[in-house]
């Protein structure tokens, strides 16, 4: 059974930056596409990064400039790189594998942004 474990989260001030980790279980190389969402207490979840099996990448206008995604195939891990935080990023973020036969969530890691 594939599993995705977050890490890297945890309280920041506004203006300063964390990298939060995804460990998979198996070949991320198996999913055609991995991303980054967040859910803030009484919102739904969203979406902050996308990257595609051919390292093409995507965000919402609300996190480009700030936030970078990228894998690494030999660790079979994916990275969020967010800096400029805001306390509006304050989530829990969650990395997610997009695979051929179906996906796979992983249980998230707390990012809080305050003074």
């Known amino acids: 059974q594939v599993q995705l474990v977050e890490s890297g989260g945890g309280l920041v001030q506004p203006g300063g930056s964390l990298r939060l980790s995804c460990a998979a279980s198996?070949?991320?190389?198996?999913?055609?596409?991995m991303g980054w969402y967040r859910q803030a207490p009484g919102k739904q979840r969203e979406w902050v990064a996308l990257i595609s099996s051919g390292g093409v990448t995507d965000y919402p206008n609300s996190v480009k400039g700030r936030f970078t995604v990228s894998s690494d195939n030999v660790k079979n891990t994916l990275y969020l790189q967010m800096n400029s935080l805001k306390p509006e990023d304050t989530a829990v973020y969650y990395c997610?594998?997009?695979?051929?036969?179906?996906?796979?969530w992983g249980q998230g890691t707390q990012v809080t942004v305050s003074s």
């Open positions: 198996t070949d991320i190389r198996r999913f055609n596409a």
């Open positions: 997610r594998g997009l695979g051929s036969e179906g996906e796979y």
